[in-house]
Nanobody, 128 residues
């Protein structure tokens, strides 16, 4: 497992942009696919985005595609989530997660169960 620490969350206005970071330590970061999830108050945790260990493949939830962009810097053991055109419904705790599992299709990585390591999360609040 890897140890993950998110940062960058804060209060923003609707339409603003924000970039979250997640720094990994403890294992070889480049060997992991990295995902972002979010959890709003009273709601289940939901998948946001995932990036392959090579940065060659990305997969997004429909609700964020075209507005959110995931990237990573393996030299800095960091994965990013750039969020543009934020909406009040994007308000949630954002968590990053890591997995070294191979799955036949990228849709598998929408599932929480595929990830072995989780951060504590960072709060993003979007006011209208």
């Amino acid at each position: 497992q890897v140890h993950l620490v998110e940062s960058g969350g804060r209060l923003v206005q609707a339409g603003d942009s924000l970039t979250l970071s997640c720094v990994a330590s403890g294992r070889t970061f480049s060997g992991y696919h990295m995902g972002w999830f979010r959890q709003a108050p009273g709601k289940a945790r939901e998948f946001v985005a995932v990036i392959s260990w090579t940065s060659g493949t990305f997969y997004y939830a429909d609700s964020v595609e075209g507005r959110f962009f995931i990237s990573r810097d393996n030299a800095k053991n960091t994965v990013f989530l750039q969020m543009d055109s934020l909406k009040p419904e994007d308000t949630a705790i954002y968590l990053c997660a890591a997995t070294d599992r191979w799955r036949p299709t990228w849709s598998y990585y929408r599932r929480e169960i595929e990830y072995d390591s989780w951060g504590q999360g960072t709060q993003v609040t979007v006011s209208s």
